[in-house]
C-alpha cells in the first residue's frame, strides 16, 4: 500500500511565523503535490514537483515555496504565516505520467 | 477562475436510492476525469476515472456519465449505502507540456453526501 505521511496533524503558528509543513511517501513516486483544501473551494494546487530539486507553480503559489532535496520528501514552506493560509493542506504523489494521486491525511493549520 | 464547476453542494439521499453529482468543465483539452471519495479525518481517494473517449464507465455501484459536446460529466451511486456518506471530488487533467503526463488536476468544490436510513 502506498503510504503518504505529514509530520502533522494539527499546527497553531503565529502571524509571521515561518512554517514547516513536511510529507514523506514511500512508494519512489516521481510526482508529489501540495494542495489546500477550504470549504466550498474545494481542492486547490499549490505546487507540485516531478523531481527531485524539481517544481511547477500551482494555481495558487503566492506566499509559499517548496523544497524537495529528495525523492520521497517534499516540503511546504510558509515564509511569512498570515491568516489568511489557515486551511487544511494536503500533500499528494503519484507515478510519472500522472493518473492516481494518493494523499495524506492532511494537516489543519490555524495561523493566529 | 473555475475551471470545473461541480454541484450540489451538500446530498442527501435515502439508503437503497441514486445519488448523483454533476460537473461542467469549460477547458476542452481536459482529458482525464477521476472522482475523488474522501471521507472525515483523511485525505481523498480515488474513487474511478474516465477518459473522454467514452461516454460511461461503471465499477461496482459507482459509474461515470460523460458527455463531450456539453462538457458535463456525473457521478451516480446505485443502491446508496450509509458508508457511502463522504464528501466527492471531480477533477479534470490536461497534459501541461508536451513531456508531461495528466499531473496537474483541477478539482471541483466538492458535495458532501449523506445516506440516512
Known amino acids: 500500500d502506498v503510504k503518504v505521511t505529514q509530520s502533522s496533524r494539527y499546527l497553531v503558528k503565529r502571524t509571521g511565523e515561518k512554517v514547516f509543513l513536511e510529507c514523506v511517501q514511500d512508494?519512489?513516486?516521481?510526482?508529489m503535490f501540495w494542495y489546500r483544501q477550504d470549504p466550498g473551494l474545494g481542492l486547490r494546487l499549490i505546487y507540485f514537483?516531478?523531481?527531485?530539486?524539481m517544481k511547477e507553480k500551482g494555481d495558487i503559489p503566492e506566499g509559499y515555496s517548496v523544497s524537495r532535496e529528495k525523492k520521497e520528501r517534499f516540503s511546504l514552506i510558509l515564509e511569512s504565516a498570515s491568516t489568511n493560509q489557515t486551511s487544511m493542506y494536503l500533500c499528494?504523489?503519484?507515478?510519472w505520467g500522472g493518473g492516481e494521486q494518493y494523499f495524506g491525511p492532511g494537516t489543519r493549520l490555524t495561523v493566529t | 477562475q473555475q475551471q470545473v464547476k461541480q454541484s450540489p453542494q451538500s446530498l442527501i439521499v435515502q439508503k437503497g436510492g441514486i445519488s448523483i453529482i454533476n460537473c461542467a468543465y469549460e477547458?476542452?483539452?481536459?482529458?482525464?476525469f477521476p472522482w475523488y471519495q474522501q471521507f472525515p479525518g483523511k485525505g481523498p481517494a480515488l474513487l474511478i476515472a474516465?477518459?473522454?473517449?467514452?461516454s460511461e464507465k461503471k465499477e461496482g455501484r459507482f459509474t461515470i456519465s460523460f458527455n463531450k459536446s456539453a462538457k458535463q460529466f456525473s457521478l451516480h451511486i446505485m443502491d446508496s449505502q450509509p458508508g457511502d456518506s463522504a464528501t466527492y471530488f471531480c477533477?479534470?487533467?490536461?497534459?501541461?507540456?508536451?513531456?508531461?503526463?495528466?499531473?496537474?488536476?483541477?478539482f471541483g468544490t466538492g458535495t458532501r453526501l449523506t445516506i440516512i436510513p
Open positions: 499528494a504523489s503519484s507515478l
Open positions: 477533477a479534470a487533467s490536461i497534459r501541461i507540456r508536451e513531456n508531461f503526463g495528466n499531473e496537474k488536476l483541477t
Open positions: 514537483s516531478y523531481d527531485v530539486k
Open positions: 477547458n476542452t483539452a481536459f482529458d482525464y
Open positions: 474516465i477518459r473522454p473517449d467514452v
Open positions: 512508494m519512489d513516486h516521481e510526482n
